[in-house]
C-alpha cells in the first residue's frame, strides 16, 4: 500500500511563496510520476504541475511561471511564488506508476493525499 502525505499548506497574503510538500511511500524500489492537483471552493479538481521520473515538469497554464515542482526521489514538492487569491484551494499531491496529465484529472489512478489547504488573502 503505498502512503501519500502532503504538507506546508497555510494562509499567507497574496504576492507571498509557499511551498508544499509530499512524501509517498511504500515500495522503495518503484519511482512515481507526480502531481499536485487542487480544488478551488465550489469548483472541480484541477490539474497544477506534474512531473515525471526523469524530473520533467509540465504546468497548468494559470501557474506557469509562478509555480515550480521539483522531486528528490519519491518527496515532491511544489515552490509558489507571487500567489493570488484565485491560488485557494485544497491542494492535492498524486502518484502514480504511470505517466500523468495536468489536463486530465480522470488520468490518475493511483494514490492520492488528503489534501493541505493554501489560502491566499488580498
Known amino acids: 500500500q503505498v502512503q501519500v502525505v502532503e504538507s506546508g499548506g497555510d494562509s499567507v497574503q497574496a504576492g507571498r511563496s509557499l511551498t508544499l510538500s509530499c512524501a509517498a511511500s511504500?515500495?522503495?524500489?518503484?519511482?512515481?510520476?507526480g502531481g499536485w492537483f487542487r480544488q478551488p471552493p465550489g469548483k472541480k479538481r484541477e490539474g497544477v504541475a506534474i512531473?515525471?521520473?526523469?524530473?520533467n515538469p509540465t504546468y497548468a497554464w494559470s501557474v506557469k511561471g509562478r509555480f515550480t515542482i521539483s522531486r528528490a526521489q519519491n518527496n515532491f514538492y511544489l515552490h509558489m511564488n507571487n500567489v493570488t487569491s484565485d491560488d485557494t484551494a485544497m491542494y492535492y499531491c498524486?502518484?502514480?506508476?504511470?505517466?500523468?496529465?495536468?489536463?486530465?484529472?480522470?488520468?490518475?489512478?493511483?494514490?492520492w493525499g488528503q489534501g493541505t489547504q493554501v489560502t491566499v488573502s488580498s
Open positions: 498524486a502518484v502514480d506508476t504511470r505517466p500523468l496529465s495536468v489536463h486530465v484529472v480522470s488520468t490518475v489512478l493511483g494514490y
Open positions: 511504500g515500495h522503495a524500489d518503484m519511482t512515481y510520476f
Open positions: 512531473i515525471d521520473v526523469a524530473g
